[in-house]
């Protein structure tokens, strides 16, 4: 079936950078964006920005910019992001999902819990 | 910047009751407008897109509608498993989401 696997929670101090994994399967990996979107608790969604696993194009949410990097390996259907300069209000799940080109998230992963802490 | 006002943002209803939420953009979005429902610690899932279309698999008491600015979500018969959280989520430019609606049994 289709799905998105996401790798496990991490602890960070703060200024420090987290990668967060997104594994696709049961579908053409290259053919859908993945979009990052995270979820502070008790609040709401909060779309981080895009890539493109074809072409490895991005496209950032303006909060984000400079400070993320979205990528992707193709060989192993995976893509990733890494946020860095990390603060404590970065404190969040982040998911991947899947997008066509109207931004449609119809596959999302598990979620992974980041926490910055001193 | 597009800006999305979603409300209310929590309702509480009683089952079987009809549950609309409102979205209202700042500028003209077309259709590219999509609903999602999250339910406590998990991920969200598509219910609408388009504005109006019904994603596969999903109850047909869910229904939205609108275009341009004004977008409107429908529970047609509430039931005890729709409590959740409804957001929704724009895709003219680059996308952004709504700021959801908690919804709760009477």
Redesign the interface.
């Known amino acids: 079936q289709v799905q998105l696997v996401q790798s496990g929670a991490e602890v960070k101090k703060p200024g420090a950078s987290v990668k967060v994994s997104c594994k696709a399967s049961g579908y053409t990996f290259t053919s859908y964006d993945i979009n990052w979107v995270r979820q502070a608790t008790g609040q709401g969604l909060e779309w981080m920005g895009w890539m493109n696993p074809n072409s490895g194009n991005t496209g950032y949410a303006q909060k984000f910019q400079g400070r993320v990097t979205m990528t992707r390996n193709t060989s192993i259907s995976t893509a990733y992001m890494e946020l860095s300069s990390l603060r404590s209000e970065d404190t969040a799940v982040y998911y991947c999902a899947r997008g066509d080109e109207y931004s449609r998230l119809d596959v999302w992963g598990q979620g992974t819990t980041v926490t910055v802490s001193s | 910047?597009i800006q999305m006002t979603q409300s209310p943002s929590s309702l509480s209803a009683s089952v079987g009751d009809r549950v609309t939420i409102t979205c209202q953009a700042s500028q003209d979005i077309s259709n590219?407008l999509?609903w999602?429902q999250?339910k406590p610690g998990k991920?969200?899932?598509?219910l609408i897109?388009?504005a109006s279309n019904l994603?596969t698999g999903v109850p047909s008491r869910f229904s939205g509608s609108g275009s341009g600015t004004d977008f409107t979500f429908t529970i047609s018969s509430l039931q005890p498993e729709d409590i959740a959280t409804y957001?929704c989520?724009q895709?003219d430019n680059?996308?952004?989401?709504?700021?959801?609606t908690k919804v709760e049994i009477k």
Do not use: I, R, S, V
Not at chain 2, 94 to 100: A, E, N, Q
């Open positions: 910047d590219y999509n999602y999250q991920a969200p899932k598509l897109y388009d994603e957001y989520q895709y680059l996308p952004l989401f709504g700021g959801g």
